[in-house]
């Protein structure tokens, strides 16, 4: 603020709110860039807001899967969870679930502004084109938490605690996870130009990484090609640490530990938390990168 | 404006760039085989209003997208504001505002939230944002719909939304392409009443390009554009004065006698069209008189006409506008076709 202030910003005799309220657009600066970020980041909260059925319809496939199949085939699953409700186990993947569908939705209102128009609005204006796709980034992670708030919200309906400390920790998890599906998407909707290719690429990743990620099974014994595609998958490594905070939080035997939640290893070494998460953050700044290289290189 | 002064050559550059609001020397344009701007030069005084006329497809919304910097240059250069589009592309953008053909609203959002939304990104000072739109939203009647949705928003509402944000950070030079179309006549009329109360009340530059020729008119000077080139570059009257003639229409009993009358007293060429026999003369209004005098063949009615725009088009192209537009046509998907790809 204090920049702004000193510098001449009106010209001479242009104040007062008639006849011109003349401004002067000041050269590129960190704090432009800021604002810039601030006012996307604003815009994505702003049209969630307003989007109330977007809501309503993305928290559907995270109830389907939690109370749908979780109830139904916990009938099946009984002998193998080791007296642990299925519906607690495939929790910390369906807000895993409820995450990615948020974050890729956000990501694909960027198709949607250039088929509308309005990514020409910011395109043109004189703000590096990395301020913008943090903005998006920043406001489709935000929103993608909100959602995963909700459904953190029915953690009590499953058996999970309300802990401060577990609520505290899956928040962070799912800030990073819904950072980097944002700056996927992002990445992604910077080379597709029609809002059905989006859908359709979206589809075609977004289910296997939410099957092969262990959402709805647990990562030891798998066939090898099973388990090779597991550790490929970048949701993996967001699901496993989740999955490890809740049962951190509850009450079950050693044996029901060591079924549902084996962790996820290489090559026989545990992965540590802190590493999976280091994972998924890795992987959200090369997306990032990506996509700030791909919307600089644009005119 | 230190950006500008890196040497001699360069100090006399900026020099005579800052005469002019923008400045293009041999700006060409080609994707792939097709060349849509084929080294134009002109220069657009400070304040002036200036206008692109041609049909769709001639090369003047390519123009207007390498000026405003979204589009490389192929070679040549310009200068707006004072700013190379090449070299000082944020600079420039600092100084233009811009309204495109295609709306770029976000219709979610309020008129002030995209007005808003513009100020943060162009990092119009926090003091001035609001006094600034309520200027500008005031000045295109729609500071009262502020709080509205612009999905509610009309076209002619949406563009003038667009322009007063356009507006938003004062810029020197305002680009509209096409600011009318697809507009119906009466917004049509207003858009051109708040472009020239903005000329009046703000010191600033338009440029604008149209294929309508009877906006064309409200431009100080006119570049005629076709095929990629400029044909012709003056002001309207100029550009009807170059014509040379009056078009004198007139009905007779017997058109052939009249044409081989006219040919033969006055040594001109007339010709019959849609049933009447037209024919053009420097001083119309002159002739008349002689006309009647010496034709000897019975005159039922008379018409003189000043040449249009039309007209000028007509005979600076050859064609007429629209023939010129569906003939452009292909060209235009040609030319769509090779932007996309090399998109």
């Known amino acids: 603020m204090a920049a702004s202030t000193s510098t001449e910003t009106v010209r001479p005799g242009a104040r007062g709110p008639l006849p011109v309220a003349a401004v002067h657009v000041p050269a590129s600066s960190l704090r432009g860039d800021l604002r810039a970020i601030k006012i996307v980041w604003k815009r994505e909260l702003i049209r969630f807001s307003k989007d109330k059925l977007r809501m309503i319809t993305s928290l559907v496939q995270p109830f389907l899967f939690l109370f749908v199949l979780g109830t139904g085939l916990s009938r099946l699953a009984s002998a193998g969870t080791h007296g642990v409700d299925l519906r607690t186990f495939v929790y910390p993947g369906v807000l895993c679930m409820a995450v990615l569908f948020t974050a890729m939705f956000s990501a694909a209102s960027l198709v949607w502004d250039r088929e509308f128009g ?3 609005e910011m395109m043109v204006a004189p703000v590096r084109r990395s301020s913008l796709v943090l903005g998006k980034c920043f406001g489709g992670a935000t929103v993608a938490c909100f959602q995963g708030i909700i459904v953190l919200c029915l953690a009590g309906l499953v058996g999970v605690p309300y802990a401060p400390v577990l609520i505290l920790e899956i928040f962070v998890l799912q800030l990073i996870l819904a950072f980097t599906i944002t700056a996927f ?93 280091g994972v998924v953050a890795a992987i959200g700044m090369v997306c990032l990168g990506v996509a700030i290289v791909e919307f600089s290189g644009r005119e | ?75 040549g250069s310009a200068t707006v504001a004072g700013f190379d589009v090449n070299r000082q592309r944020d600079a420039v953008r600092r100084n233009i505002g811009l309204v495109f053909q295609d709306t770029t609203l976000d219709t979610y959002l309020t008129a002030e939230q995209n007005m808003r939304l513009h100020a943060e990104l162009y990092g119009v000072e926090r003091d001035l944002v609001e006094p600034r739109m309520r200027q500008v939203l005031e000045m295109v009647g729609l500071w009262d719909r502020r709080h509205s949705a612009v999905a509610t928003f009309s076209g002619g509402m949406k563009r003038r939304l667009e322009i007063a944000r356009g507006l938003m950070h004062s810029p020197r030079v305002l680009f509209l392409d096409e600011p009318t179309v697809g507009l119906d006549p009466q917004t049509r009329s207003s858009i051109w009443t708040y472009i020239q109360e903005l000329k009046a009340a703000e010191d600033i ?139």
Not at chain 1, 262 to 277: C, Q, R, S
Not at chain 2, 18 to 46: C, M, N, Q, W
């Open chain 2, 1 to 75: 404006m230190n950006e500008q002064a890196t040497g001699g050559g360069a100090v006399a550059l900026a020099t005579s760039a800052a005469a002019a609001s923008i400045s293009v020397h041999g700006l060409t344009k080609r994707y792939g085989e097709v060349e849509a701007v084929r080294g134009i030069d002109f220069e657009v005084a400070p304040g002036e209003i200036f206008g692109f006329l041609g049909p769709n497809g001639a090369g003047k919304s390519t123009t207007i997208s390498m000026l405003c910097t979204l589009v490389k240059p192929s070679s």
């Open chain 1, 185 to 277: 998407g992002v990445m992604v909707a910077a080379r597709i130009k029609q809002i059905q290719s989006f859908m359709a690429v979206t589809q075609m990743v977004m289910m296997p990484m939410y099957f092969l990620s262990g959402a709805i099974f647990p990562v030891s014994g798998l066939p090898q090609w099973l388990t090779i595609l597991n550790r490929l998958d970048p949701m993996t490594y967001a699901v496993d640490p989740m999955r490890r905070l809740v049962f951190n939080h509850l009450r079950i035997s050693a044996a029901a530990r060591r079924a549902l939640d084996p962790g996820v290893t290489w090559w026989g070494w545990h992965v540590p938390t802190l590493l999976e998460a």
């Open chain 1, 118 to 120: 309005f990514l020409r």
């Open chain 2, 205 to 343: 530059t338009i440029f604008l390009t149209t294929h309508y020729m009877d906006e064309a008119e409200y431009c100080q000077r006119i570049a005629i554009m076709d095929k990629g080139v400029i044909v012709v570059l003056d002001t309207p009257d100029a550009l009807k004065a170059s014509v040379g003639h009056d078009r004198v229409t007139l009905e007779t009993d017997d058109d052939n006698a009249a044409i081989a009358a006219i040919a033969e007293h006055f040594q001109i060429t007339a010709q019959v069209s849609q049933g009447a026999v037209i024919f053009g003369v420097a001083s119309g209004e002159h002739f008349v008189p002689r006309l009647f005098a010496e034709l000897g063949v019975p005159i039922r009615s008379v018409s003189v006409a000043r040449p249009s725009l039309d007209d000028v088009f007509m005979s600076y192209t050859g064609t007429t506008i629209r023939d010129a537009e569906a003939s452009a046509s292909e060209q235009r998907r040609a030319a769509t076709a090779a932007f996309r790809r090399s998109r």
